[in-house]
């Protein structure tokens, strides 16, 4: 399972990517336990504020699009997650 | 509420017989620190009358509002942000290792940036005068942030961004970088800034952030699902337009181009919506209103927006 990680936006408008492949990842059930609790029903609700970031995050198939104020709860544990992993990748 | 709202809204209200005349106050600024949390608005570290802060990042965010409320109140005849004299709220230390700043519709919030790319936002004023360029659009104009429309909203918070600075530093058009976030970036990236207004692709180019991708004009005008529909890459078309009208205008670009921009965005008669036709149009208008048709500044303004294949 593939997890990929798109921000874009801010004042500095750039675009910074982190994929993880889960199978290849120390613990995968702690992973297939976090994306289970993802709330794919949530909605991008608030107006897009100047210059705050947008997250595009995509599990396998699935996508969903959200501003930073909305990346709460398991969406913000993944991303966490995946940008620490990515960038990290010796530590996992 | 803050001491400093609590102090503004008592002097409104000893004024209350003048409500309706336009009284330009001093900035009323306080200074928040959010100890490197995401919760906001932080702790009160300065406000107005106090000594300057032993944190560097305080003293900037602080000094940076009041050159941004100087240029609106002393030369556009605004009285801060929402041309009531609202105060001025900032805060600095947002999050850990956070790369950006932003505008959250009541205050201006500064990260301290990752150290490995980033440094501290607050380090550019160009930087600071944008974020607060954000709540003046949000009074006026109102810009909605997403395609054309947000590409507007982001450059004009970039104009004004770019003419505190030449202002505060006495530059020319000739004279000026109209690098947008100089001095963000460590020295670990090959770049000047987040943006050239003159030149815009070119402000960096660098082995791990890659090229910067601005697009100069209409035909490489790029469509994105990213970034509110490209927002901060699109806004270096309108950009540029204002960096020609400048120029070739000369002089002070605050009191020349500046005001047209002003008056096009305060002037009530741009959509929410407004896309790059409509807000040439509307420039070239109040150029011609302020000016005279077939002023210098009206002819400037024309021509630049031909030039970066805006037609009108």
């Given at each position: ?7 874009s ?84 | ?16 017989a003048?409500?309706?005349a ?27 009358g ?69 440094g ?39 104009v ?14 000739q ?12 020295d ?13 692709g ?9 090229k ?101």
């Open positions: 399972m593939k997890i990929t990680v798109t921000r936006g801010g004042i500095a408008g750039l675009t910074r990517e982190w994929v993880v492949r889960v199978e290849e990842q120390g613990d995968p059930d702690s992973w297939f336990r976090l994306v289970e609790q993802l709330p794919w029903n949530e909605r991008y609700r608030s107006a897009p504020g100047p210059d705050r970031f947008v997250y595009r995050i995509g599990v396998s198939r699935r996508h969903i699009t959200l501003p930073e104020q909305q990346l709460t709860g398991p969406w913000r544990q993944l991303v966490d997650r995946v940008r620490d992993a990515a960038e990290q990748p010796e530590k996992e | 509420m803050d001491e400093s709202i609590r102090r503004h809204r008592t002097v409104a209200g000893e004024h209350g003048q409500r309706g336009h009284r330009l106050e001093p900035p009323a600024r306080s200074i928040f620190d959010a100890g490197r949390t995401e919760t906001l608005p932080g702790a009160l570290v300065r406000s107005e106090d000594e300057p802060s032993p944190d560097i990042a305080v003293n900037e965010a602080f000094d940076g509002f009041g050159h941004t409320h100087a240029l609106f109140r002393e030369v556009y005849d605004r009285a801060s942000i929402d041309d009531d004299n609202l105060p001025l709220l900032g805060t600095v230390h947002f999050g850990r290792d956070y790369d950006n700043a932003f505008w959250d519709g009541e205050r201006m919030v500064f990260g301290d940036g990752d150290g490995m790319v980033f501290r936002f607050t380090a550019s004023l160009s930087v600071i005068a944008h974020e607060l360029a954000h709540g003046v659009t949000q009074y006026t104009a109102n810009l909605v942030y997403r395609g054309q429309s947000g590409a507007l909203n982001e450059s004009i918070s970039d004004f961004g770019a003419l505190v600075e030449q202002r505060v530093l006495g530059h020319t058009p004279d000026a970088s109209w690098i947008i976030g100089a001095g963000l970036f460590t670990q990236v090959e770049g000047l800034g987040l943006r050239s207004m003159k030149a815009p070119t402000a960096y180019d660098d082995d791990v952030l890659g910067d991708p601005q697009p100069a004009s209409m035909e490489d005008y790029i469509d994105t699902v990213l970034d509110n529909g490209g927002v901060h890459l699109n806004s270096g078309i309108p950009n540029r337009a204002f960096y020609l009208a400048a120029t070739a205008i000369g002089g002070e670009a605050w009191s020349s181009a500046g005001q047209v921009w002003y008056d096009t965005i305060s002037g009530g008669t741009i959509p929410a919506s407004c896309d790059f036709v409509g807000f040439a149009r509307a420039t070239a208008s109040k150029a011609a209103d302020r000016f005279g048709a077939d002023s210098i500044e009206h002819r400037a303004v024309a021509e630049a927006w031909a030039t970066v294949g805006v037609g009108m």
